[in-house]
């Protein structure tokens, strides 16, 4: 049974940073990849980042481009999201998320991971 725990969530003012990590157990973590999604009040869940298992390819939401980062460690079994820049609009509840396939693309849809963290808060203060 794969496992998500994410950390790093808090409170920021618009322009700051905060660094979010997801530490995963339960399977090979490094075949696999990884993706940050994000939901906020009265929104549907919405894809931000997303990692190919060996760490070389990565996808973003237009809405964060340039201002967050994904990356992993597989010796630690951990990814990141690095988020600098922070807006208001970035306010919501994230969640990191595996697929239950392997693939040779990045997935972007929620459709595509089965596994979950329980969420972590991030709100930014204008």
């Known amino acids: 049974q794969v496992q998500l725990v994410e950390s790093g969530g808090g409170l920021v003012q618009a322009g700051g940073s905060l660094r979010l990590s997801c530490a995963a157990s339960g399977r090979t973590f490094s075949l696999y990849a990884m993706g940050w999604f994000r939901q906020a009040p009265g929104k549907e869940r919405e894809f931000v980042a997303a990692?190919?298992?060996?760490?070389?390819?990565?996808n973003y939401a237009d809405s964060v481009k340039g201002r967050f980062t994904v990356s992993r460690d597989n010796a630690k079994n951990t990814v990141f999201l690095q988020m600098n820049s922070l807006k208001p609009e970035d306010t919501a509840v994230y969640y990191c998320?595996?697929?239950?396939?392997?693939?040779?693309?990045?997935?972007?849809?929620?459709?595509?991971?089965?596994?979950w963290g329980q969420g972590t808060q991030v709100t930014v203060s204008s």
């Open positions: 990692v190919s298992g060996r760490g070389g390819n990565t």
């Open positions: 998320a595996a697929p239950v396939s392997l693939t040779n693309y990045i997935p972007r849809s929620a459709g595509e991971f089965q596994y």
